[in-house]
C-alpha cells in the first residue's frame, strides 16, 4: 500500500492498491533413489518439472519455465547425513508482454508523482520506473522459480530475487541426534518422533535475465536448524539463517529445497 525511500521516507501511498492475478499449469517428473521417503540417509533424488503460464492481461508475457533439481544424500557418522543439492530454472517467453517501461509506469500511475515537491517528486517517480522497468524484463524474458524464503536462500525474504534463469548450489549436514521412538501428545500436536536432527547449512544462488550472466552477481546463506522427523511425514523444521541482508527465523513442517514435495 505504500511506496518508501531506502530511509524510509514515504513517497506515495495507495488507498486501493493494484491487485495481481496469476495463473498456471504445472507437470513434472520425480525419480527417487533413496533409501527413505521421508528422511533419507543415502541415495539420490531427481526432479523436472515445466509450468506454462498464459498471458491473462493486454501486456502479459506468455512463457513457459523448466526446472530441474538433483539431492544427493551421503550416510555420515552412525546415523546421520550430509546433503547436497543443485537447483536450476529457466523460463522461455513464446509472446512477450508490453516491455516499455514508460507505458508501463503511466499504466500504474506514475503521473500521482505530481503532486508531491521536490525531491520527493524524484524519489517517487525514480520508485516507480524502477517497477517497471523490472516488470519489462519480465514480461521480455519471463519469470523463473524464485530465490528468498523458506525453501531457497533462506535468510532472504519471500519471492526476494526473481529473473529469467535461477541457480541454486546447497549443502546441509543432518546430525540426528535421536532415532528413538516417542510419541507426542500436545494439545495442538500429536505424532510420533521418527527423529530428532540438528542441521548446519550453507546456499548460494544468482538469478539473472539472460544465461550468459548467470552466476555473475550471487548471494549466499548460511544457518543452523532443529527437526523432530515424525512418523506422519511432516518435518517440523525451525531454521535460523544469515546473509547481507540480516537474518530470518524458518518455521515449517517440511525441509528445505522441496524435498517433501
Request: net charge negative; charged share 25%; glycine share 6%.
Amino acid at each position: 500500500t505504500d511506496i518508501f525511500t531506502p530511509d524510509d521516507t514515504l513517497v506515495d501511498h495507495f488507498d486501493d492498491p493494484k491487485k495481481i492475478e496469476s495463473e498456471s499449469t504445472s507437470w513434472g517428473v520425480q525419480l527417487d533413489l533413496t533409501d527413505d521417503r521421508t528422511d533419507p540417509r543415502s541415495g539420490l533424488r531427481l526432479k523436472q518439472s515445466t509450468t506454462k503460464v498464459p498471458a491473462l492481461e493486454r501486456g502479459d508475457p506468455e512463457y513457459s519455465v523448466l526446472s530441474q533439481s538433483a539431492t544427493l544424500y551421503i550416510p555420515i557418522l552412525e546415523d546421520s547425513t550430509w546433503v547436497f543439492h543443485y537447483f536450476r530454472s529457466d523460463a522461455t517467453v513464446t509472446k512477450e508482454g508490453e516491455t516499455n517501461p514508460t507505458v508501463i509506469a503511466a499504466e500504474n500511475g506514475i503521473a500521482a508523482c505530481n503532486v508531491y515537491p521536490s525531491p520527493y517528486l524524484e524519489g517517487c517517480q525514480a520508485a516507480y520506473m524502477a517497477d517497471a522497468n523490472n516488470t519489462a524484463n519480465a514480461n521480455k524474458y519471463g519469470t523463473s522459480e524464485t530465490l528468498g524464503g523458506a525453501y531457497r536462500l533462506r535468510s532472504y525474504p519471500e519471492m526476494r530475487y526473481k529473473g529469467a534463469h535461477t541457480e541454486l548450489l546447497g549443502t546441509e549436514f543432518r546430525w540426528n541426534i535421536s532415532t528413538a521412538k516417542s510419541k507426542v501428545n500436545l494439545f495442538f500436536l500429536k505424532d510420533i518422533v521418527h527423529a530428532l536432527q540438528l542441521s548446519l547449512f550453507w546456499e548460494e544462488g544468482a538469478v539473472s535475465e539472460t544465461e550468459e550472466t548467470l552466476g555473475d552477481i550471487k548471494r549466499s546463506t548460511y544457518g543452523a536448524g532443529f527437526r523432530f522427523v515424525a512418523e506422519s511425514g511432516n518435518v517440523y523444521r525451525l531454521d535460523w539463517a544469515t546473509g547481507d541482508e540480516d537474518s530470518q527465523l524458518t518455521v515449517l513442517f517440511q525441509y528445505p529445497w522441496g524435498e517433501s514435495d
